[in-house]
């Protein structure tokens, strides 16, 4: 597989062009951003060990029928994906209040919330990803009320497929963040599951061991990664 130029550079990966049309390149990259990019850092390793968690997910939830981008690991940080039309709403799965629900809403944090709550926001770096609800998302062109119904459908059992392999692990999710792509006519997961678009919380101790250690300063980001690889993902040998 031939890896081409740059078509799009976020910030934290970055897209490749290949020789084949059909597939990208999602490179893994160490840089850490944060509250829109206001705060940011470097930590070596990080890209690597998102790469490695964000593959084991992936790999998960194809195994349970859930259909994905992911196509197969080229590197450490190199992620082999089907090019899809990415729909512009980030889609955020909570199952216990923290964060900006906890911030904007009167929940206390920690607050177990069930049925988990599903949140759309309009993902747009312009207008600060602000929350959009069905109406706001169709009138924008976001997406059919069809896709909505699905994509909303799918958000829940990937959450219940990644709750309960979790749980096995010691890990709390109490929230998440994905995203959609279309692809032959089909709805396909996308974009990453990681440390940098999770939440994931040690049930014993309710450690973060997510991107919260960067946001607010709770320690070594790395090793919280690291941590988390090693329990979903141990590396082989
Ligand atoms: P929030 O509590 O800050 O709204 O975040 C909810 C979840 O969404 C959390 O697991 C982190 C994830 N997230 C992203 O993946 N990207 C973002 O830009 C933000 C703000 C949150
Ligand atoms: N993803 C956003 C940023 O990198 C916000 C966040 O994760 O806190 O700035």
Not at 184 to 192: C, P, Q, S, T
């Amino acid at each position: 597989m031939i890896k081409h130029g740059a078509l799009y550079s976020g910030k934290a990966k970055t897209i490749f062009r290949t020789d084949n049309p059909e597939k990208l390149i999602m490179e893994f990259r160490d840089s850490l951003t944060a509250f829109d990019g206001k705060k940011k850092g470097e930590a070596q390793g990080k890209g690597y060990y998102n790469a490695r968690i964000s593959a084991k997910l992936f790999e998960l939830l194809e195994e349970n029928g859930i259909d994905t981008h992911f196509d197969s690991m080229l590197s450490d940080t190199d992620m082999l994906v089907d090019a899809v039309e990415i729909i512009k709403i980030e889609v955020i799965v909570r199952n216990i209040a923290a964060g900006s629900l906890a911030r904007k809403y009167p929940f206390s944090a920690g607050q177990k919330l069930d049925p988990p709550i599903i949140i759309f926001d309009y993902k747009s770096d312009e207008y600060g990803d602000p929350m959009i609800n069905e109406d706001i998302a169709l009138a924008l062109g976001l997406a059919t009320g069809e896709e909505l119904s699905r994509i909303r459908e799918l958000a829940l059992r990937i959450n219940s497929i990644l709750v309960s392999f979790l749980n096995d692990r010691d890990l709390l999710l109490p929230d998440f963040k994905l995203e959609f792509g279309r692809c032959d006519g089909r709805i396909i997961l996308a974009d990453e599951i990681s440390c940098d678009t999770c939440r994931f919380w040690d049930r014993t101790t309710g450690e973060s061991l997510d991107k919260d250690v960067f946001r607010f300063d709770k320690g070594d980001p790395v090793a919280a990664y690291r941590e988390v690889a090693k329990r979903i993902a141990p590396a082989p040998g």
